[in-house]
């Protein structure tokens, strides 16, 4: 990962994005970090991340809901005012 300051991403915009394909590049204005540019290829790929690990999450709790005998119908019960 490399950083550069804003001042030198704005002037060279096109060289920044072409090597942002290759490796993150960090922008820094006033010696903090405030944004970050990256390839949509590696934007998807941490974009996905989150949602892979939802699914599997929610498919472990769905077999553990069967495995206890938690049916909708039970759900439904479980739910009703009676």
Do not use: H, W
């Not at 060289?15 to 204005?29: C, D, H, P």
């Amino acid at each position: 990962m490399k950083s550069i300051d804003v001042t030198e991403a704005e002037a060279r915009l096109d060289e920044v994005l072409e090597e942002a394909q290759r490796q993150r590049i960090v922008v820094r204005r006033e010696g903090a970090d405030c944004a970050i540019v990256l390839s949509m290829r590696a934007y998807e790929r941490l974009r996905a991340g989150p949602i892979r690990a939802f699914l599997a999450l929610r498919n472990d709790i769905a077999r553990e809901a069967s495995e206890a005998g938690l049916t909708e119908e039970a759900i439904d019960s479980l739910l009703s005012d009676d």
